[in-house]
Nanobody, 122 residues
């Protein structure tokens, strides 16, 4: 049984930083592509940052240079360091796992999802 649990969300002022974490059970990060996604009210879920099993990364244009995805395979934990946060970054953030090996920003390519953690930037 796969379980992904996000943490680290909160409320910050514009220009601030947050670090999200995603702990996994039943899934090994070294074998999966993992990603961070977000969904704002009234909007579709969108890919933010992804990391492949080998460590290759990809980012949405809107967060390049501000967000950094990383993982600790030994701890089976995924991270998203978010700097220079802006009000438009406000959303529920989810981590997700993809066993296909596809480095994709499309939510449709991901099978396993966490429950989400709220990020609010004012």
């Amino acid at each position: 049984h796969v379980q992904l649990v996000e943490s680290g969300g909160g409320s910050v002022q514009a220009g601030g930083s947050l670090r999200l974490s995603c702990a996994a059970s039943g899934l090994t990060y070294s074998r999966y592509c993992m990603g961070w996604f977000r969904q704002a009210p009234g909007k579709e879920r969108e890919g933010v940052a992804i990391i492949g099993s080998s460590g290759s990364t990809g980012y949405a244009d809107s967060v390049k240079g501000r967000f950094t995805i990383s993982k600790d395979n030994a701890k089976n934990t995924l991270y998203l360091q978010m700097n220079s946060l802006q009000p438009e970054d406000t959303a529920m953030y989810y981590c997700a796992g993809n066993s296909k090996g596809t480095l994709s920003l499309s939510p449709d390519d991901y099978t396993y999802w966490g429950q989400g953690t709220q990020v609010t930037v004012s």
